[in-house]
């Protein structure tokens, strides 16, 4: 009769610590609780006897199946797609919530560009899932929720009851199940993330094998300043999320990503207006010299490599932004994805400039 296994109590046997609503218990249960036949310790028990019915685990019938049919199950029970040899890739939004890293399963379809792999639009800006963007990206009042009081990357008020819980059971059955099916979390997603430290905390927070199945990554990303530029604010209030050395340990993150195939960056630059003397609004250069662009630079390996570049503009400014803009943008991108999607053993100047940025940020 042991109703109270759960407590964590200082004195487990004394009648007021059952008493937090003021209500007591039926003088049954006190005199139990008092003669300790229940809430007692735990003691050690012999070992208990194997079972000559219970299968070991190589007796299994699920384990004594081919591994190929073995993985086409871990596939459909881990990843909820009815076409568990070539699952559809899942976006997973990845937010902070508490100290924790979490994720949000994305609501909308996955769209195609036109290739045989989907890939996630990278102008949504997580707009797909309003509850799931960055705090600082949420100043113009357009999604209801967000609190401009803390500064913590995730702070939708409705944020909590939408978070995801992935089925994960099938992993806690046996030491080789979790070694076979462990790496298909990974693999049949892909991840999206719009604060360089959640990606980090999330990143190594995973086993190696979890981590090098990651093949698939999109970040969605709001510059307050222009990295690797001298501007670093260091008391700031945005230090903590927007920083030169928090730049470089992001991209070192990534370029660790051994088995990472595509990538998609996007940069949200804000509010444009048109003022008097021309177009306000928060700039970025873009070149493949460019110091912001260094650290980026350590990834290879990679198959396909997108970038987009988003903005809100007034009718007048539109016009002036957009010329700006396509040209520059562009010709980043080609550059990008021809260094990008090198092998990995590569290594020339663009590695050299990235290193350079690391010891430059670790310098005292």
Not at 348 to 363: C, P, Q, T, Y
Request: glycine share 6%; net charge positive; proline share 8%.
């Amino acid at each position: 009769m042991r109703h109270f296994d759960t407590w964590v109590l200082r004195d487990p046997y004394s009648i007021w610590h059952y008493y937090p609503t003021g209500h007591r218990w039926r003088d049954t249960v006190r005199d139990l609780i008092h003669s300790r036949a229940i809430c007692s310790p735990e003691t050690p028990s012999s070992p208990t006897p194997i079972n000559p019915s219970i299968h070991t685990q190589s007796q299994s019938p699920l384990l004594r199946l081919p591994a190929e049919l073995r993985q086409m199950i871990w596939s459909y029970v881990l990843t909820n797609d009815a076409t568990p040899t070539t699952p559809t890739p899942q976006t997973l939004h990845l937010v902070q919530l508490k100290g924790k890293i979490r994720h949000v399963r994305c609501t909308s379809p996955t769209p195609h560009n036109g290739s045989e792999t989907p890939n996630p639009a990278l102008t949504q800006n997580r707009h797909c899932c309003p509850t799931t963007p960055a705090r600082w990206r949420i100043y113009d009042g357009r999604v209801p929720g967000h609190s401009d009081r803390l500064l913590y990357p995730h702070t939708h008020e409705h944020l909590p009851s939408t978070l995801s819980n992935s089925n994960v059971a099938l992993l806690r059955v046996c030491r080789r199940i979790y070694a076979e099916a462990e790496h298909i979390l990974y693999q049949a997603s892909r991840f999206d993330v719009d604060d360089l430290y959640t990606f980090i905390a999330f990143s190594e927070s995973l086993s190696p094998s979890a981590r090098n199945s990651i093949q698939r990554l999109t970040v969605q990303w709001m510059p307050i300043w222009i990295p690797m530029a001298g501007l670093d604010h260091k008391g700031s209030i945005y230090g903590h999320t927007h920083s030169d050395e928090l730049w470089v340990r992001f991209w070192g993150s990534v370029a660790r990503l051994s088995e990472l195939k595509e990538l998609g960056l996007s940069l949200d630059l804000g509010r444009f207006t048109s003022v008097a003397s021309g177009v306000s609004g928060q700039r970025i250069p873009f070149g493949m010299g460019e110091g912001w662009v260094g650290p980026l630079l350590g990834v290879r390996g990679l198959s396909s490599f997108d970038l987009a570049v988003t903005a809100r503009c007034d009718l007048l400014a539109r016009g002036v932004v957009e010329g700006e803009l396509v040209k520059e943008v562009g010709e980043l991108r080609d550059g990008l994805r021809e260094f990008l999607c090198r092998p990995k053993e590569v290594l020339d100047e663009g590695s050299k400039r990235e290193k350079r940025a690391r010891l430059a940020i670790a310098a005292p």
